[in-house]
């Protein structure tokens, strides 16, 4: 399988660092601009598609893998997750009905294989006196546990997922050449599926079935009136719960309550990742079994699911169908002595580098942080803090310009080079009439009491344009009007001198260009067109710097460097 479950479509990423920002375990790379997933380190928890604002961020789809299975093999049964009541409500006569006319032979609902999990699992907390034990029945935390915090791989209860132990039942029940999809909330399963062919073989979100009974014209409301069809071998009963947190824990002591374990349950990657954290200084005695789930809530609120709303009703209907079934005489097909045992160690893990302080500090200073005060910790570029992106830079995954205060400071930087060595004249001014940045062109050609005015306070930052000049009330006339553009000869400092001034953002900034009526006519256009082009990228870049400063950055450079070969040029004749 060459495309992992979540890949990043390149073209389409405008690098805004969102996903890095919200994956718990900063499993992206930037290069070039652009984020790509960091296959080693990613669990597939899905959150960096839905936040991706451009829809960069892919899930892999397998409707055409589902559909060539269906053409191959006589006969392909579909694994349904329990969260379906969550996703198209409890009739699931039509729903059956709706899926069956893809093509497939049956549909079975997963949690009968979270019942025989519970089952098993229950028996093993048993004969045990002490210890801490994780479920291994949400594939994202395993893959956390497995990539981030291999020391814990061992607490995994060893038993197969419900997905997986329903797949065995599927196989014991029906034979071990029909084919399996498993469809449900979930964008993990595909991961588990892919390291579990034999088992399962393919793994379809609630997202996909829609896409694809859409496609079809299949609708589920036409077959409402539909009551004969049922699920396969039998319907689940206490496993329905299973998607709702604390719902295995709950399916455990259904069915038994004589364990001396301590049940807990936690939901959501942050909380988790906290609880992994600490796990390793909370050593005890005591026997404890953790039920783990990433998605906040549980399944319900899963990544594959048409919304994550986190909702009262989706609850409710669970758990009343999980009541209503536990009241129904039904016959069960019981499968002695399945073997769902599993092992989740001698996996590798992501091979965390650590770095020197000696490293971490020549990393900041390359994007400008000399100091802590520097050390902004801002998240801009998708990380928590300035030494977390340093670390990244060292690892290859990130890049400087994803600094945003850094590109700002370089970006400023340029713009003052460029003013400074524009021939002519440059004074920004603002709407209070007071200078925002004046070049030294612009006081050599004002005069000595100007320049002088200069060298104390080199850019005049904050002068009154009336001290500056006689041709303060054109600018206040292009401040008051918001007119686009002003040309005019004036005569300052006893020289013939032509004013251009235009507005860069209404009312609020002008800028004046002066320059010698001597200069030859094409130089003049030349030097006014870009003076003018740089300040308004530059303005538009302080408006926009998280999107476009890299964009604008580069292209202050090209402009900087034709601006200085046009005045080599002049220097040379
Ligand atoms: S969230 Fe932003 S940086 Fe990440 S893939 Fe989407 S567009 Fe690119
Ligand atoms: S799927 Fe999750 S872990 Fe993987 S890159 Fe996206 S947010 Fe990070
Ligand atoms: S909580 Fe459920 S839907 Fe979410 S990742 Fe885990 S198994 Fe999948």
Same mark, same amino acid.
């Given at each position: ?168 039942? %599927? ?32 793994? %379809?979100?609630?997202?996909? %079935? ?364």
């Amino acid at each position: 399988m060459n495309l992992q479950p979540i890949y990043t479509e390149t073209n389409d990423c405008k690098d805004c660092y969102k996903c890095i920002r919200e994956c718990p375990n900063k499993a992206i790379k930037v290069t070039d601009n652009k984020a790509s997933i960091i296959d080693s380190m990613c669990v597939y928890c899905g959150r960096c598609v839905s936040v991706c604002p451009t829809q960069a961020k892919k899930v892999r789809d397998g409707i055409s893998r589902a559909r060539l299975l269906i053409k191959n093999k006589k006969e392909v049964y579909v694994s349904l997750a329990p969260s379906y009541i969550a996703e198209y409500g409890t009739n699931s006569e039509a729903l059956i009905s709706a899926i069956k006319k893809l093509g497939f032979k049956g549909v079975s609902e997963t949690a009968l294989g979270a019942q025989e999990v519970s089952k098993q699992v229950h028996q093993f907390l048993n004969i045990r006196q002490g210890g801490t034990y994780i479920s291994s029945a949400c594939p994202v935390v395993v893959e956390l546990i497995r990539k981030h915090y291999p020391q814990h791989s061992l607490s995994i209860t060893p038993f197969m997922s419900p997905m997986l132990t329903h797949a065995k039942q %599927l196989r014991n029940l029906y034979g071990n050449d029909i084919g399996i999809v498993f469809i449900g909330p979930c964008i993990g399963k595909k991961s588990e599926a892919d390291s579990a062919a034999q088992c399962i073989d393919v793994a %379809l979100t609630f997202k996909e %079935l829609n896409n694809w009974l859409e496609k079809e014209k299949i609708s589920i409301n036409d077959q409402l009136n539909c009551n004969s069809e049922t699920f396969i071998p039998q319907k689940a009963q206490h496993g329905t719960i299973y998607p709702i947190d604390g719902g295995m824990i709950e399916t455990i002591n259904k069915k038994e309550s004589d364990t001396k374990a301590e049940y807990m349950y936690f939901s959501g990657l942050k909380n988790i990742k906290n609880l992994l954290d600490n796990l390793d200084s909370e050593k005890n005695d005591d026997l404890v079994f953790l039920e783990l789930l990433a998605c906040e809530t549980g399944c319900i609120n899963g990544p594959g699911m048409s919304d994550q709303k986190i909702s009262i009703s989706k609850q409710l209907s669970l758990r009343n169908t999980c009541k209503q079934r536990s009241t129904e005489d039904i016959e069960t097909v019981e499968i002695q002595g399945l073997n769902i045992e599993r092992d989740f160690f001698n996996i590798p893990s992501f091979d965390k580098k650590s770095f020197s302080e000696k490293q971490i500090k020549e990393a900041l200073h390359t994007i400008g942080k000399t100091e802590i005060s520097d050390e902004l910790n801002c998240s801009g570029c998708g990380y928590d803090s300035c030494r977390d992106f340093a670390k990244a830079m060292l690892q290859n995954h990130a890049e400087p310009e994803m600094c945003v205060s850094y590109m700002r400071h370089v970006a400023h930087h340029k713009a003052t080079i460029l003013l400074q060595k524009i021939p002519s004249g440059v004074i920004v001014l603002d709407d209070a009439y007071q200078v925002v940045e004046m070049n030294a062109g612009c006081a050599r050609i004002l005069g000595e009491d100007i320049q002088l005015c200069y060298d104390a306070n080199p850019g005049m930052r904050g002068a009154h344009i009336d001290k500056i000049g006689s041709f303060g009330s054109l600018f206040k006339t292009a401040l008051l009007t918001g007119k686009e553009y002003y040309e005019m000869p004036i005569i300052e400092n006893g020289k013939q001198l032509q004013l251009s001034i235009f507005n860069v953002q209404k009312h609020k900034l002008v800028t004046g260009i002066l320059q010698s009526v001597a200069q030859p006519e094409f130089q003049k256009d030349i030097i006014e067109k870009r003076t003018r082009e740089v300040i308004n990228k530059n303005m538009e870049t302080v408006q926009k710097i998280a999107l476009l400063l890299g964009e604008n950055a580069s292209y202050t450079d090209s402009l900087l460097n034709s601006i200085l070969e046009t005045q080599e040029k002049k220097d040379a004749e």
